[in-house]
């Protein structure tokens, strides 16, 4: 031993096959690192402790509990305890690391959860090796619910997985250490097998799994693609087989700064032999990562992004919806409709329960999303037949299995969101945020007019694709009409507001004209001396089956999209002019390879609040995004710029009837033309 070149040995009851030799400069000194395996022989371990004692600057100790679980040592945990005493007869520098790892540990959770938001909100973990991860499993608690410990004492057949809430983390800790010693090694063989079956099912449908190389290989794990995986010491060669396996994100929480991988025990063992002391305190720890500018290391084997889960919540819109399930369809053919109404009255009480799982979806900046489809069993008819309350057990429910699913955001469908405060409440009361998806449905529904505009080539656009023409918005002053019309104003030459309530009405005037100074806008009480000048409509009152204007004056060819819920227009209104479009929603496609059960729209095709749950999910946003009857106009923005940026695109705009087809725009072109009295001109490609 030299005054210059600090000497650290690594006495492991690992494998000699992953021995080294190196120097290394740091922290300003030069160290000598020995690494030795014993191969689980305790023995060897002691003697070797006992030479290095008197000219070593340091030693640790390390491999005790990954050589158990491979199978090379049958010892108990307390071989630490003697081969670190062997090393330290009269006071020398020994230590196991455990100091700096339970920093390292809590510091990778944070530095993780902090550089790619949401990694961990509500993710379902599964912890091997019980107190290995101790200080890994507390801090997760932070960020989800969803532990469960794949005991160590599973492989004595004396304990089963363990659902965990914090304090059974503490109690789990107490009692982890004391079987080892007292029982065998090796389990009997049927209740190891028994064992494995669980920890794979488990670690199956997982999104975290918590283990050192050790235990993954012992357990011979699969499914871990798309995984995350935490974990310690990755050489290159692990990572290659992290990456083999599709582990998605590889958090190490110890920092590598040199070419060998090194142990939280040697990187202590470095920092002892730098500071000359026997023992470091944390200002110490602190004082030396600072400095030699230590931080955890993120992998991503597979080279993707973030893959975060939602889920969304459905609902049948009638009594044809149930024909789709077996055997209601069966009985529904023979039963008298007494019969069906019965059971649509009995099913609004049913528990909600997982309609689909929706795989595939993947942005082009590479962040996947999961989700799951939940459906509650009332029609709209029965939900708005009950008070509220009813409806807000059956979302609570539905938020409650989706947690449990791993679900970090959950969407509200169809009449689920009109429901009394349209979400408020279920967003305060549900254990995960919750989004109406109504910002991303008015931006998909204005969408789908400018898609319809072009594609009957009647009305003219500019270059920018604005209009160079007449929209209008009725029910101007409400929530999703103010945001339809500022919309409108960057993208017409004329726009007319609508809305019986006259001061609110001028002052969105003036706002929209400050915004947007380009902007011709007029506003009226009612629709009606300028309705028939207009090539677009934009219906936004809610007023619950009112009529709000007076079809017959819509000039042919005019677009008129119905935004409000319920719709302003009815189907007998809409079947009276066959040559006006009259446009409901529009539909996103979704980015990917998308896996999901029927919803009543193409493959791959999901309706705007369920985009919006999508896009939340896969940008990291948990939050309550969208809720209540008030829609913020710059969520409408930002959702339509999110969605832009993972890959949404509108992919068919319905009315009343469904799906439009080329078929059916060409045919209310035609009329719209005959109507005219104007000569067929080719349609917009």
Known sequence: MTTDTLTVINISLGPAERDYATTVRWLDRSFHLIRVGTDGDEHRAVDLARDWAGTANAIAVSGVRDAR????????????????????????????????????????????????????????????GGMNHYRTSKVLTEFTPNLTFADPLLRYGVASLLDSVPAAIDRFAALAGWPTRLLPHSPVRPVAALNHVMIAGAVRDCDVLVATFDELEAYDLEHLAGKVVISSAISPEREADLRARGVSIVLDDVPQPFGETINEAVLEAMMLAAAGASELTDDDLLDMIVAADLEPRVLRPDGGGRRSRFAFVIHPLSQQYFRQVEPINTVAQVAPGFVMDSLEKALAYAPPLVYSHVTGIVSPTGDEAEGWLITVGGTPKELMSHSPEFTYRRLLAAAEIARKLGAQIMGLGAFTKVVGDAGVTVAKRAPLPITTGNSYSASGALWAAHDAIERLGLAET?????????????????????VCARLLAMACDELWLVSPESGKLLALKREIEDDNPRAVVNVAATPNSALPEMDLVVTATSGAGKRVLDITQVKPGCVITDVARPLDLSPEDVARRPDVLVVESGEIRLPGDVHMRDIG??????????????????????????????????????????????????????????????????????????????????MAG
């Open 462 to 482: 500019d270059e920018q694709g604005r209009l160079r023409g007449k929209a209008m918005v009725v029910g101007a002053t409400g929530a999703i009409g103010s």
């Open 601 to 682: 729209l193409p493959p791959g095709v999901a309706y705007a609040c369920l985009a919006e749950t999508i896009v939340l999910a896969l940008e990291g946003r948990f939050e309550n995004y969208t809720v209540g009857r008030n829609i913020e106009w710059e969520k409408v923005k930002e959702i339509y710029r999110l969605g832009l940026k993972h890959g949404m695109r509108l992919a068919t705009i319905s009315g009343v009837n469904g799906v439009f087809t080329d078929g059916d725009i060409a045919a209310v072109r035609e009329r719209a033309l005959a109507a005219r009295g104007a000569a067929p001109r080719p």
């Open 69 to 128: 679980t491979s199978g090379r040592y049958d010892g108990d945990l307390a071989a630490v305890a003697r081969i670190m005493s062997a090393a330290d007869p009269d006071g020398g520098v020994v230590t196991n690391g455990h100091a700096l790892r339970d920093v390292l540990q809590e510091w990778t959770v944070r530095h993780a959860q902090t550089g790619i938001p949401g990694l961990f909100t509500n993710a379902r973990v599964v912890v091997l």
